[in-house]
């Protein structure tokens, strides 16, 4: 499936539909930073809320933000490799990365949340199945590398799907939830 009939499917703005390209439309200062090769800060601090801090994270947020990229890459790899269609390859979209605590705030997160510190992703799922892949691919994907995260959890609310996915520095608690109201 191409990259514009997944924008199609998830009613996704042409900016969000190619996270690759993001560089490309310049609607956000931060865009043209890459964190990995397929990542911009841009993508992983976007928010609707407009505040006075400009939702801008700290040189220690971007480092976490950039490990958690690590894991966004292989979860995109191994997601095109198994499911991915021969129109293109499928991006992982990002709904929420870093939040500033006005953000964190505005929008309802938890008081101690990790992406007051770039180290929580969550993202979109074009339904459960893609949810529940995703879900297994960043799994296994700590498995066989011995890797360790904070948080996976599967999340719904009314016909929209997401993964909260988190990953400290240390501390990581390997929680695994379902949040499917």
């Not at 979209?93 to 997160?109: A, D, T």
């Not at 700590?142 to 016909?159: C, M, P, T």
Request: hydrophobic share 30%; charged share 25%; with cysteine.
């Amino acid at each position: 499936m191409s990259e514009v009939s997944n924008n199609k499917q998830a009613k996704l703005s042409p900016h969000l539909a190619s996270p690759s390209e993001a560089t490309l439309s310049q609607t956000n200062e931060l865009d043209g930073l890459r964190l990995s090769p397929h990542f911009t800060l841009g993508e992983l601090t976007k928010t609707s809320y407009h505040t006075l801090d400009g939702n801008i994270p700290s040189r220690v947020s971007i480092e976490n933000l950039k490990r958690i990229c690590g894991w966004l890459e292989i979860l995109r790899e191994r997601y095109n490799r198994k499911y991915g269609d021969t129109g293109g390859e499928v991006p992982v979209i990002i709904n929420s990365g870093y939040r500033s605590e006005e953000v964190n705030r505005k929008c309802g997160g938890a008081k101690g949340s990790n992406h007051l510190t770039g180290c929580a992703v969550d993202i979109r799922c074009l339904g459960p199945e893609q949810m529940i892949r995703y879900a297994c691919l960043l799994l296994d994907t700590a498995d066989e590398n011995g890797w360790v995260f904070d948080e996976l959890i599967q999340e719904k609310r009314g016909s929209t799907y997401w993964i909260h996915f988190a990953v400290r520095p240390k501390d990581n608690r390997r929680k695994i939830l379902f949040d499917c109201r």
